[in-house]
């Protein structure tokens, strides 16, 4: 099977031209999308609805920062998420205990502004990781150092979303 890479005839790396993959993705759905073999013999429906559904998975998981880095790892025969390396560089530690900690103060603050500061603290802490990542993977061909931020990455969109669940709870 090809790489999701090689599906869109994008290269191989962290960096990605957005508008080029939506367009590739487009393209390649108008192909091979199922409804375009709706009287083809069932053999080539069903080799359709593999096409399309390859094509999907590869769109959703290269269009998305941290999908897109855990892939190029994957590429590269290493799990970034593997659940029984729980290796972090400490200060990332401290901090994802300082922002648990603040989550907690603005849950029994009801507070909807702390929420906001720290949604905002944590997207911006996110896009300057992101874009290590890109020269870790990219530049540097540091895997280790790309491994640990691909990690960092997935627990901040944990608590991102942990965060709109105490914003839920503030609603009712």
């Given amino acids: 099977m090809q790489s999701h890479f090689a599906l869109f005839n994008l290269p191989e790396s962290y960096a990605l031209d957005r508008e080029r993959l939506d367009a590739a993705y487009r393209e390649l759905q108008s192909t091979v999308h199922p409804d375009r073999f709706a009287g083809r013999p069932e053999a080539e429906q069903r080799v359709a609805m593999q096409w399309?559904?390859?094509?999907?998975?590869?769109?959703?998981?290269?269009?998305?920062?941290?999908?897109?880095?855990?892939?190029?790892?994957?590429?590269?025969?290493?799990?970034a998420l593997d659940a029984t390396d729980t290796r972090m560089a400490p200060a990332f530690l401290m901090q994802q205990m300082e922002w648990r900690e603040a989550i907690d103060a603005a849950r029994a603050e009801r507070s909807v502004e702390a929420l906001d500061a720290l949604t905002a603290e944590l997207r911006q802490a996110h896009k300057a990781i992101e874009a290590r990542l890109g020269g870790l993977l990219d530049q540097d061909r540091d895997i280790e150092g790309a491994r640990e931020a691909v990690r960092q990455l997935r627990f901040m969109d944990k608590l991102i979303a942990e965060i709109g669940d105490v914003y839920e709870e503030l609603e009712d």
């Fill in 52 to 79: 399309a559904a390859q094509a999907n998975e590869a769109y959703q998981t290269l269009k998305h920062p941290v999908e897109r880095g855990v892939y190029l790892l994957k590429l590269r025969g290493i799990d």
